[in-house]
């Protein structure tokens, strides 16, 4: 079910690991972001959207972490962007031919291997490097892309809905994850990662006091 954090801002949290899918109101349809983890639950939130008559004309995977790369037939056929770097690394990870196989068998135990749809997994459109904004109809959505936990991560900055998706850089059940693989001081880009959402954060025109980022 949706559930309204902001003015025209509602999150869809999956039962993995209390992850959230964002979705955005804009003009003409909704921006969304990471969108889910298991079948059942993308399903019902493409039905919570075209039951108020909403479809998703633009999504964003906020890094290339298996679980921040699916999708759903129901959500449509809008662009799904990346960073450049995220879609580079989902690129890389596809030129195996055994990738999806593999994400399979690393959920093997967790008892949701066979409701993880992996048909979509991966098609992620790369925004130029540098790009600032989501190209969308709809409030300005800012990317601030970092180094640390995932290739080309990017939260995303409603500004003026006073709301930060922060993809995996903040969890109410897990440790920061570094990326031990990417980069030589993990710790400390972790670190200046989390500086420049503050900074992000603090920078806003109008923060409005009490918010909460989401995660
Ligand atoms: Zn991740």
């Not at 640390?148 to 930060?164: D, K, N, Q, S």
Request: charged fraction near 20%.
């Amino acid at each position: 079910m949706l559930r309204q954090v902001a003015e025209g801002v509602l999150v869809h949290e999956s039962e993995f690991c209390q992850s959230n899918a964002v979705v955005v109101h804009g003009r003409d349809g909704v921006l969304l972001i990471d969108p889910g983890v298991q079948d059942h639950e993308m399903a019902c939130l493409a039905n919570d959207l075209s039951d108020s008559g909403r479809t998703v004309v633009a999504g964003f995977s906020t890094h290339p972490d298996w679980d921040h790369l699916l999708w759903h037939p129901q959500l449509g056929t809008a662009p799904r962007y990346g960073t450049a770097r995220c879609a580079a690394a989902v690129r890389d990870q596809l030129s195996d031919p055994g990738a999806k196989a593999d994400i399979t068998a690393h959920l093997l135990g967790t008892g949701i291997a066979e409701r993880v749809p992996l048909d979509l997994y991966g098609l992620i459109t790369a925004l130029p490097a540098e790009t600032a904004r989501i190209p969308w109809d709809g409030p300005q959505v800012r990317i601030i892309e970092h180094q640390a936990h995932a290739p080309g991560h990017a939260a995303l900055f409603i500004e003026e809905r006073g709301v930060l998706v922060a993809g995996d850089m903040l969890s109410d059940v897990l440790v920061p994850m570094l990326d031990l693989d990417g980069t030589a001081d993990p710790i400390e880009d972790y670190l200046a990662a989390l500086r420049l959402l503050e900074g992000g954060w603090r920078m806003s025109a109008s923060p409005r006091v009490g918010r909460e980022p989401i995660r």
